[in-house]
């Protein structure tokens, strides 16, 4: 059982909606979720557009403050934290971003963009070009790539450097937000083997945040579904894939394009139906109810909970009770 | 035998830009077969979309085709080379005998009118009776697509739908005047994957229903997998391997094949490790000599970098460009 | 070509500034190579443009003008020669040898506007010099933090841009006269600073508090236009996916604007800089005009014309003259503040850089000697980007 680093208890965040003269109304992007993340250890975040996941790793590493909860790291309420100590925190847990070709700034060379991370945090070292190189050369780029410009590099070259950016300050926890979506599909597969061997060089954690289930269960030890800011299963990643409980997860799951014509055209599909609700004002009770195909009464009434129906694997519906 | 729709042969477009002349596609062939859902697939800059716009002369500016054929099966029964058409000619087949879908929907909706006038705007175009047909027309046409509340729709603007909910509107107007080939470019890219599941489903029964022929272009194998009955797969300008889906999975032939199918993550088995293709996508201003893949290939020997491989049959069906000698022996015809 | 020519100067000119930073600090070249190619490109597509490039010499001569003029000028501003011959006041072009004619004290015009050139250029420079890095900064702040600071100068910012320009410089340039005259008499070192950068005489130093007046007042009508601009172009500016990273990464505020925000809007700002230089010289020729910027004897286009408007249109000449210095130089401004904008956005500068390359007959392999990546902006694809000249991996490293 590896020591927890990340502990988020029932996080939530509102964005208000303005209207003309007041506020009419909340979009509830993340509406109460439970995580925990331990050392060396790999976290799917997973759902589609709109479930909350990328508000989630956001304000997770409070780059947004939260509208209530805690997220504890390393036994500290990061959001009761300042000065010295956030700083710390900054340095511990970072965060790389989805699209490479614009989360690198255009008029900074690699040697600046490497480099700045360290003189933000007073990080002193002796040789500045050569501890460039040696960096460049670790992920598979060259010594002649380091006066040159982000607009210079491919997708995947621009995503390595945004790794490294964030490497030099040697984190433990990074948030991974759908790193390789913007990518093509080869390059993708660089991109994570990169990522799986530092983390088993450095001993990171990350919190790996993604639509594509595919990529999700390569990475991750465990995968939480989220629906509509709720986390509605969280399971260990093999498991979630042959016991998949909660209806919507089934349906997630079946609805991915398997890569096998010969498995693809004989499963049998879980296609829901209508399209997810709005944020602002969700449905009663079980936010999925009004698109599971095994409702029953209880569900447009009662709100479920998150549920532990074996080992390490969490359900929140009522179609599983308590074993 | 089932009856030729397009015929690509030999196709040729090149951009003439400021830094040079992209070779976009040098020598694209393959033929497209009536009720098919053939898949166009393969990575940024191999050539898919320049293709598929190809196809009815949308080649914008600085781009040129500078080569080929292209032959177009009509509904009445002739057959025409979309290249040598006339202006008037080819816009008759534009829009209604040859359909787009593309992977933006919003893009394709005028955001100041609502959904029925530009529906029905489409119809008229294309000669079809008055307006209040039309728009009997539109509702019936969104309730094939499984819009609910088709009648209400047709008030609705643009900007008040879901993605998913515009892209049925375009894919209603798209296959209003039944035409005989839907060119999909990316058109569940921009989707949620539910969503993207429920659009493919619709997609493949309106093809059984209107008895259409797909042409979909798609860097995704997984959708391949679900929904093609044949596949050319596309590297840099160029046909690396075309044939039946199923046979594709099985029996990749084509190095980058075998290479893009092992960098996929199939969810159902367990990997340890994703492979990757070393290097980048060649420029396509001053591309690779010889073979484009060869500087990637794992198997590329002494005549890759001098000779550019041809598209042979080396198996019913199962066409491949690539030098290594295995093909080459077992090449028919 | 007389393109090729420009090429070249523009080549040893920027060889000439590697020579220098190579000199400060070794390895300057290598370090700053991109950032000098891309200097390159955008002067190779500056020196495409015709109005461009006049604009860009008639500055020049102006700027020349402003450097040299009190020293090249045949008499000096002060030369009344009306003193020693009283036939020599309000003499039109020609007569004695007065190229352009003289002013009612017998001063030679081309003199006063050589001389007047170096008023215009420093009254330009200075007002530029201060009034635009006020904008940007309070434009920086303002658009970045937000909430009640955002609101604050937002508001001050509104309140001077609802003045006309003329009318709340015009209130200043009344205004503040006497103060600057109380300034000058007592600080000696100020005066000796204004004398120096004006290239007048000690004794009429005090004789600047008008332009002084003018150009504080310039400056504070000036600042507001640029913080407007800067919050906009900043508003959008952080939402950028780098900004967001540079805030994950502990980034200071300061640090973001200066090196994360400043540097990726300031193109419009330049461009509107060089156009304002040329603006502000028109500006405070008709403050001159109106009798409030340069008083006698400071030589000042628009107050030459204020004297020739007195005896139109017998004066012609003093009109004529002093006005085609100030269109020219103002005209000068404007194009190179065109030509900027066209060059220093990617998009725009294709449209006058390179002609199109003979069509290539099929299947000629021809290599070009750095591999350059375009990725082509075929529509509608979302996730292409359009890049420029990039060097990609062609071959892995092979085991």
Same mark, same amino acid.
């Given at each position: ?252 799951? =079946? ?25 602002? =004002? ?33 359900? =929140? ?7 | ?35 098919? #859902? ?134 209603? !107007? ?19 994957? #539910? ?17 259409? !022929? ?42 980058? #094949? ?21 290097? #980048? ?53 | ?115 007047? &050139? ?50 709340? &410089? ?121 009798? +409030? ?9 628009? &107050? ?9 249109? &017998? ?28 060059? +220093? ?55």
């Amino acid at each position: 059982m590896p020591e927890t680093l990340v502990e988020v208890k029932g996080l939530k965040k509102y964005f208000p909606v303005k209207g003309l003269i007041r506020v009419s109304g909340h979009v509830r992007a993340v509406d109460g979720i439970d995580l925990t993340i331990g050392e060396r250890e790999t976290v799917g975040l997973v759902g589609e557009s709109g479930c909350g996941k990328t508000t989630a790793g956001r304000v997770i590493l409070r780059l947004l403050e939260p509208t209530a909860g805690h997220v504890l790291f390393r036994g500290k309420d990061i959001f009761r934290l300042s000065g010295e100590e956030l700083k710390q925190f900054r340095r511990e847990a970072q965060i790389i971003l989805q699209d490479p070709y614009t989360s690198l700034n255009p008029r900074m060379n690699i040697y600046e963009l490497i480099t700045e991370p360290l003189h933000v945090h007073g990080i002193p070292f002796d040789n500045p070009e050569e501890f460039v190189v040696d960096a460049l050369e670790s992920v598979g780029l060259e010594r002649a790539h380091v006066y040159r410009y982000p607009h210079e590099f491919s997708g995947g070259q621009r995503q390595r450097i945004a790794i490294l950016r964030v490497l030099v300050l040697k984190p433990s926890f990074i948030v991974l937000d759908e790193p390789t979506s913007a990518l093509d599909v080869s390059v993708q597969a660089q991109i994570l083997n990169i990522l799986k061997e530092l983390q088993e060089k450095m001993g990171m954690s990350y919190l790996f945040i993604s639509h594509d289930l595919g990529t999700v269960k390569h990475m991750s030890h465990r995968i939480a579904v989220m629906y509509l800011g709720e986390i509605v299963e969280i399971a260990p990643a093999e498991v979630l894939f042959e016991r998949t409980l909660h209806p919507y997860s089934q349906a997630l799951l =079946s609805a991915i394009p398997i890569p096998d014509p010969g498995v693809a055209r004989k499963r049998s599909r879980l296609t829901i139906k209508g399209e997810p609700p709005s944020p602002i =004002s969700p449905p009663s009770g079980c936010r999925f109810h009004p698109r599971c195909p095994y409702i029953f009464d209880r569900c447009s009434s009662e709100e479920p909970k998150l549920i532990k129906v074996e080992p390490d694997h969490y359900v =929140s519906c009522f179609l599983h009770g308590k074993r | 035998m089932p009856q030729k729709v397009l015929e690509v042969k030999d196709l040729y477009v090149y951009f003439y830009t400021y830094a040079g002349v992209v070779k976009a596609l040098t020598g694209v062939s393959f033929d497209v077969f009536e009720g098919e #859902t053939f898949c166009l697939v393969g990575e940024t800059g191999c050539g898919k979309t320049v293709t598929s716009r190809a196809i009815t002369r949308l080649i914008p500016s600085p781009g040129e085709i500078v080569k080929g054929q292209i032959l177009f099966h009509r509904p009445n029964g002739e057959v025409v080379n979309n290249l040598e058409l006339p202006e008037e000619e080819l816009r008759k087949i534009r829009g209604s005998e040859v359909a787009y879908i593309f992977q933006d929907p919003t893009a394709a909706l005028d955001p100041l009118y609502n959904i029925g006038s530009q529906f029905t705007e489409t119809m008229l175009a294309h000669g079809s009776g008055p307006k209040d047909e039309a728009l009997r027309k539109a509702v019936e046409m969104f309730t094939s697509v499984r819009i609910p509340d088709p009648e209400k729709l047709v008030k609705r603007h643009p900007h008040e739908l879901s993605g998913g909910m515009k892209q049925r509107v375009v894919i209603a !107007t798209s296959l209003s005047n039944r035409p005989r080939l839907l060119i999909a470019d990316e058109p569940t890219s921009n989707v949620d994957v #539910t969503i993207q599941a429920q659009l493919l489903g619709l997609l493949m029964g309106l093809r059984r229903d209107f008895g259409m !022929t797909i042409l979909l272009i798609t860097h995704n194998m997984g959708i391949v997998a679900e929904v093609g009955d044949r596949v050319a797969v596309m590297y840099a300008g160029k046909i690396a391997e075309l044939a039946p889906v199923v046979e594709l999975f099985e029996r990749p032939l084509h190095p980058y #094949t075998q290479g893009l199918l092992r960098a996929v993550p199939n969810p159902l088995r367990r990997i340890e490790r994703l492979e990757s293709i070393p290097g #980048t996508i060649p420029n396509l201003i001053s591309p690779p000599s010889g073979c484009r893949f060869h500087p990637r290939c794992p198997y590329a020997f002494d005549s890759c970098p001098k000779e550019e491989p041809e598209l042979i049959e080396v198996e019913p069906d199962h066409y491949v460009a690539c030098l290594l000698p295995p093909l080459q022996q077992r090449r028919k015809g | 070509m007389s393109e090729r020519i420009f090429d070249q100067l523009t080549n040893a000119v920027l060889r000439g500034i590697q020579g220098v930073g190579e000199r400060l600090r070794p390895g300057w070249t290598t370090r700053n190579k991109a950032q000098t190619d891309e200097w390159r490109l955008m002067m190779y597509a500056y020196n495409r443009s015709l109005p461009g490039m006049i604009g860009f010499f008639l500055a020049l001569g102006f700027i020349m003008a402003g450097l040299l003029g009190p020293f090249m000028a045949p008499y000096k501003y002060n030369e009344f020669l009306i003193v020693q011959n009283p036939d020599y006041q309000l003499k039109p072009p020609g007569a004695y040898g007065f190229a352009m004619g003289t002013d009612f004290w017998g001063r030679d015009l081309v003199s006063i506007l050589l001389q007047g &050139a170096r008023v215009s250029l420093i009254i330009s420079i200075i007002t530029i010099l201060w009034g635009v890095p006020i904008g940007i900064i309070l434009g920086l702040v303002s658009g970045y933090k937000g909430g009640k600071i955002d609101e604050l100068i937002m508001r001050v910012t509104d309140v001077f841009i609802a003045f006309p320009t003329l009318v709340l &410089a015009i209130a200043f340039a009344i205004v503040l006269p006497p103060r600057i005259v109380d300034l000058l008499v007592a600080s000696p070192h100020l005066r000796t600073l204004m004398v120096w950068l004006f290239a007048i005489e000690y004794r009429d130093a005090l004789q600047l508090s008008g332009i002084l007046s003018v150009i504080i007042a310039m400056i504070i009508v000036w600042w507001p236009t640029y913080t407007r601009i800067v919050r906009g172009s900043v508003l959008s500016a952080r939402e950028n996916l780098f900004v967001e990273a540079a805030r994950a990464l502990g980034v200071s505020t300061w640090r973001i604007l200066l090196k994360h925000i400043l540097p990726n809007i300031i193109g419009p700002i330049l461009v509107l800089a060089t156009l304002d230089f040329g603006s502000v010289m028109i500006t405070e020729a008709a403050l001159s005009f109106l009798g +409030l910027g340069a008083q006698d004897p400071i030589p000042e286009w628009g &107050a030459i014309i204020y004297i020739g408007s007195q005896w139109f249109p &017998a004066s012609w000449w003093l009109i004529l003259f002093p006005g085609l210095c100030v269109f020219t130089a103002a005209l000068s401004w404007n194009l190179i503040g065109d030509t900027l904008r066209d060059v +220093l956005d990617p998009k725009t500068r294709r449209s006058i850089e390179f002609k199109v390359k003979e069509k290539a007959p099929i299947k000629e392999e021809k290599r070009a000697e750095v591999p350059v990546k375009v990725s082509v902006k075929v529509p509608v694809k979302a996730s292409e980007e359009s890049s420029e000249g990039t060097v990609s991996e062609d071959a892995p490293k092979s085991s």
